[in-house]
Nanobody, 126 residues
């Protein structure tokens, strides 16, 4: 139901824009999140956006470098990644929160999200 694209190999300092397209149902009523998982590490939430796009969350590790946005008319969520670092190397996944609407104190655990895509690999060379 969610398909990620836009990953690839980039040099440190470079940029990538990831896209997450939804199909089969609308995700316009859901908090959407971008997660990443590096080898040997747990899946972590790096950015999230509320259903209307007015509220955003960023992990400290990506703050001021990544920007999440959404276009509900296109059922698509984006992650603009700038000033990429080698430690950003991971598989990036998008997912939809299991509960509609909401935002305040939302649970950032991966278990609270569903409709996972297949992921897109981001590799940053140093």
């Amino acid at each position: 139901q969610l398909v990620e694209s836009g990953g690839g190999l980039v040099q440190a300092g470079g940029s990538l824009r990831l896209s997450c397209a939804g199909s089969g149902r609308t995700f316009s009523d859901r908090i959407m999140g971008w997660f990443r998982q590096a080898p040997g590490k747990e899946r972590e939430l790096v950015a999230a956006i509320n259903w209307g796009g007015s509220s955003k969350y960023y992990a400290d590790s990506v703050k001021d470098r990544f920007t999440i946005s959404r276009d509900n008319a296109k059922n698509t969520v984006y992650l603009q990644m700038n000033s990429l670092k080698a430690e950003d190397t991971a598989i990036y996944y998008c997912a939809a929160n299991l509960r509609p609407y909401g935002w305040g104190s939302f649970d950032r655990a991966a278990q609270k999200f569903g409709s996972w895509g297949q992921g897109t690999q981001v590799t940053v060379s140093s």
